[in-house]
């Protein structure tokens, strides 16, 4: 059955960020929510990002971030703001009864993101990170795959980079290098897709030790624009994590299993918004005179009318209309799966600072 107005999600957005521009568009696409507000810190920034954006006709302006808060309307925020100001944006919003998509990193450190969660706890309210990728049907067949023993086997290894090639313009103005502002750099811009890549495939189990990799690059403000890192569990399996400003674009899950294997270019966002390409192997070998591999690897293509954002939206906006129209209680999956997230990258971070050493996650 066909939302209508009454029973939409009415979404207030707090700030006016670039990466909001593409949620306010999954937001209009979605058919379960709507765009009710948006506040920045000046009106007249608000009604331009407003009109850039074609929100529609009934959407309110707003020259503060208090004032979408404070809007009895709003069911819940999309917070885009930098990661420093999320403790604070994302708890008032909570206090104030509005359902959280929160952008990522959640936080700087797990501490700040575990008062967040706490907010919203308390006060019953839905909290969900914007990692896109999660909520693409091709996610659910990757998995589907990782997870079949006679296909894939057990996990043994997991690569996972996210780089791209900032301007100089960006590598000095841009927010992500700002250590008022987002003090993770590429650790948490990047990394994190990587980090919850690795988790993933690994059903969720953090590793029992992270060691950061040599060669971590900062800026002249100490901000991280480039690092790597070694996650190893208990049983052997290993992971690699790799996070960038300073390379080409890439965005590569290379996962081995004991009697297959899975890859993908493409894994935060498609080469094509309507459609995801993977490829598995299962038990490869090679051809009489190894000249090749026999068999090949097959592609699988995952159509999609829907893109992940999209997905994403919709499903925030279903798990609040459950809690706000029918009682139900919050999706604590969400919020479980961020924590663990974070806890990556703090670890991560932990080690660079201690010049390589490992730190431990048991």
């Not at 209009?28 to 009109?51: Q, V």
């Not at 529609?56 to 100001?85: F, M, N, Q, R």
């Not at 993770?184 to 690994?202: E, P, Q, T």
């Amino acid at each position: 059955m066909a939302e209508t107005p009454t029973t939409q999600i009415k979404f207030g957005i707090l700030g006016c960020a670039e990466i909001a521009r593409k949620l306010s568009r999954a937001i209009s696409l979605s058919p379960n929510a709507t765009i009710h507000a948006i506040g920045s810190r000046s009106l007249e920034k608000a009604a331009k990002f407003a009109a850039t954006n074609n929100f529609p006709p009934h959407a309110k302006i707003y020259g503060t971030y208090d004032a979408v808060l404070d809007d009895p309307e709003v069911d819940a925020v999309y917070i885009p703001l930098p990661t420093s100001l999320h403790i604070k944006w994302a708890v008032l919003a909570a206090q104030k009864k509005k359902h959280v998509l929160l952008e990522k990193p959640v936080a700087l450190n797990v501490g700040e993101f575990d008062r967040i969660l706490e907010a919203c706890e308390v006060n019953g309210v839905q909290l969900m990170d914007s990692t896109m990728w999660m909520h693409h049907p091709r996610t659910v067949k990757m998995k589907e795959f990782l997870s079949d023993k006679s296909k894939f086997g057990e996990i043994r290894s997991i690569y996972a980079t996210f780089t791209f090639a900032a301007d100089q313009d960006f590598l000095e103005n841009d927010i992500r290098v700002k250590p008022d502002l987002d003090a993770l750099g590429a650790l948490g811009d990047a990394g994190w897709y990587c980090a919850r890549a690795i988790l993933w495939a690994n059903d969720f189990n953090l590793p029992k030790s992270v060691t950061a990799l040599p060669g971590t690059i900062f800026n002249k403000a100490g901000v991280i624009i480039s690092c790597g890192a070694f996650l190893r569990w208990d049983d052997g399996r290993v992971a690699t994590l790799h996070c960038s400003f300073l390379a080409n674009l890439t965005m590569s899950i290379v996962a081995s299993g004991t009697k297959g294997s899975l890859h993908l270019n493409d894994f935060v966002i498609p080469f094509e918004e309507k459609q995801g390409t993977f490829t598995t192997a299962t038990e490869s070998g090679f051809t009489e005179f190894v000249t090749g591999w026999n068999p090949l690897p097959s592609q699988h293509t995952v159509m999609t009318d829907i893109a992940q954002e999209v997905r994403m939206v919709t499903e925030f906006a279903r798990l609040v209309k459950s809690v706000k129209h029918d009682g139900a209680a919050v999706e604590k999956l969400w919020p479980t799966l961020s924590r663990k997230t974070q806890l990556v990258l703090d670890a991560v971070k932990t080690s660079i600072e201690k010049g390589g050493e490992s730190v431990s996650l048991s």
